[in-house]
């Protein structure tokens, strides 16, 4: 058999919709339209739109829910910087003590935020105490996110948790602002 039935009078026999002698008698025949026509009458969909319109209420409601959660992309985020960080700076000859080498103390500053953080080695893992500022005043309404979960402000303004780890990756979070702070690196840089 040199030619073939065409894909389109194939499905239509497939489906039952169209069918004639000839067609028949060249299925029967034709190891090859035998094998399409077996697969669009297995497949009905074959012929078809890949997928059928949506209702037109789903469409409405995916809008919707589209517009609101553009309102997430309003909050504004920065970046801080490392503005201080007590294991880079040497210590005074005489005045290096125990406590320095289970604590170290961290600031960074975004847009006159400032965010101080000091981590204390225990027996048991790390004590996280920070404190976020702007103008020497607390910024209320601002929860800590770090890898062990989320952290509210006290009553004082100062946040405080514990880990078996100290944090790598922190980001400071309120309705209207999201500061994310860079990578802190826990590898003590040797001294000289």
Known sequence: MTA?????????????????VTIDRHIAQC???????????QFPLSGQ?????APSGWITK?????TASRLATAIKRLAA???FDSWSQPALA????????????IRFETEGVLFDLRVEQERQGYLMTARLTRQDEPCPGFVVTHSAGVVGATADGYYEW???????KITLTSNDLEIVL???????PKTQ
């Open 4 to 20: 073939h039935i065409k894909r389109p009078d194939l499905i239509r026999a497939a489906k039952g919709i169209s069918t004639s």
């Open 182 to 188: 860079p990578e802190i690196v826990w590898n003590r």
């Open 62 to 66: 995916a809008a919707e829910i589209m």
């Open 81 to 83: 910087t490392l503005s």
């Open 162 to 168: 514990t880990s078996q780890r100290p944090p790598k």
């Open 94 to 105: 005489g005045v290096r003590s125990v406590g320095s080498v289970s604590e170290r103390r």
């Open 31 to 41: 190891e090859d339209c035998h094998e399409f026509f077996g697969m669009y009458k």
């Open 49 to 53: 739109l890949p997928l059928t319109p």
